[in-house]
C-alpha cells in the first residue's frame, strides 16, 4: 500500500485476540501488538500491593475530556500531528521519537468523539487493540523527506479529506484546533476556508486533570521508575563513566516496559555547575556529586519526572555540598507545602520559596510544572521571571505536578538538582515519589 493511499475500513473487532486478560485489562497474548509493562513490572506492582489501571476506562476518560474542550470552545474537531496528544487521543503508539520530528502521524478527534487516525504506511494493525479509532487512513506524510517536491500536492490531498471530514461530522462549522502541522498543510486547510485555532489549548487543557485510572498509571510508572533509580545508584562507583550510570537507568526502564527517555541530564562533579550538561564519557570520581533529572517516559507512556543528586562513594561531605544540597531539599519541601487545589500560579510564585541571593541566577527554569505523557501544563515560574513568561491559572485536584530545584553558584564547581512529583487532592497534595533523600548531605555540619 502507497504511503499516500487512503484506507477507510472501520477497525474490525475480529482482528483483536480472544485470549485472556491481563490485571489491566489487556490481552494475555505472548504475541500481541501493542506494547504494555512486563511480568517483571506486573509481578513488582503485586509486591508492592498497586493496582495497574484499566486502560479501556482510561482512553474512555482522555477521550471524554478532549470531546469537552472541542465543544466548549464550538470547534469542529481537533487536528494533531503531536504523538503525545496523538497517544492521548487513541493511546496508540508507533515510532514515538521519530514520528515527533517526522510528522508521518495525524489523527482527528470530531466534536461527537469520532476518530480518524492517519498512520505510516502498512501500520493499521498497530490501532487495533482499541475500537475508539474508528478509522485508520495514510497520507499525512508530506514533509519534505517523504515528499520532496510533491509536498504542496500531497498537503492538498491531505486538507481535502479534512475538508470532507469537517463537512461530514461538523455541518457548517469550519472551526478546526490544530496542534502542530507542516507549512503546506497549514495553508493548503486555509485555502479551502478552514478556519485554524490554537489547538495546544485544548490538548493541554484536556490533559492536565488526570482521572482514576491515569493516577493508578502514574503509580505503577513511577513504581517502576524508582526501581531502575536504584539500580542505577548500586551501579554507581568511582571509576565508570557517566554514561555507565545512565545507562542502568534506560535498561531498567525498559526492561520493565517503559518507552524511553526525554532527556541525558546526568552530570558529576564539576559537570552539575552549570546544570543542563547532558552526560557523557566523564570518569565519576570518589567524593564528589553525582547528580540526575529522570524525565522518563515508563510504563503506560506516563512520564516519571524526578531528580536526585548521590555522594559518589563512601566519602564524608564537605560543608559546601551540604550547604548546596540543604538549600536544594529546603526550598522544594517548602514549595511542596504550597501545593493545593485553588492556589494560583501567581500566588504559588509570590509565596514560594526564596532562593538566597547567591544562587538566584542560576535558578531553574520554573519552580513547578505538570506532568502526565511528558512534561506539560502549567509551568509556575520564579518571581524574576514572571512577568515576561507567567500566566493565570489555578492549581485542581487530579494535577499531577513536580517541585524542584537547581542549586549552583556562579562560577562554582557544586550543583545540586532535586525534584519531587506530586498528586493535587481535594484536600492537598500526596508526593508520589518515595525515593529517599541522601542523609549525608542533610547532616548538621
Known sequence: MSVFSVSNQKIDPSRRRAAGSKLDGTPDDNDRVEIGPTALAFSEWQAAGLTPPNLE?????????????????????LLCFDPLNIRYATDTTNMQLWTAHNFARAC?????????????HNCDHLSAHTPLVREVRHGASFFYFESGDRVEEHAAKFAAELDDLLRLHGGTNRRLAVDKIETAGYEALQKLGVEIFEGQAVTEIARVVKGPDEIL????AMHSCEAAVAEMQARMEPGITENDVWAELHAGNIRRGGEWIETRLLASGPRCNPWFQECGPRIIQQGELLAFDTDLIGTYGMCVDFSRTWMVGDFVP???????????????????????????FEEMTHKAHRLPERFRNQRYSCL???????????????????????????????????????????????????????????????????????ERLLEQF
Open 57 to 77: 476506562r482510561m482512553r474512555r476518560f482522555r477521550l471524554d475530556r478532549l470531546v469537552a474542550e472541542i465543544r466548549k470552545h464550538d470547534y469542529a474537531g
Open 217 to 220: 498509571a502514574m503509580r505503577c
Open 318 to 344: 564537605t560543608n559546601e555540598q551540604k550547604d548546596h544540597y540543604r538549600v536544594a531539599h529546603e526550598h522544594i519541601s517548602a514549595n511542596m507545602e504550597l501545593m493545593q487545589p485553588g492556589m494560583t
Open 108 to 120: 482527528f478527534v470530531s466534536a461527537d468523539g469520532y476518530i480518524v487516525l492517519w498512520d505510516f
Open 368 to 438: 513547578a510544572h505538570g506532568v502526565g505523557l511528558c512534561d506539560e501544563y502549567p509551568a509556575i515560574r520564579y518571581p524574576e521571571d514572571y512577568e515576561a513568561s507567567g500566566y493565570e491559572g489555578a492549581l485542581e485536584p487530579g494535577m499531577i505536578m513536580t517541585v524542584e530545584a537547581y542549586i549552583g553558584a556562579d562560577g562554582g564547581n557544586v550543583g545540586v538538582k532535586l525534584e519531587d512529583q506530586l498528586l493535587i487532592t481535594e484536600t492537598g497534595h500526596e508526593n508520589l515519589t518515595t525515593y529517599p533523600f541522601e
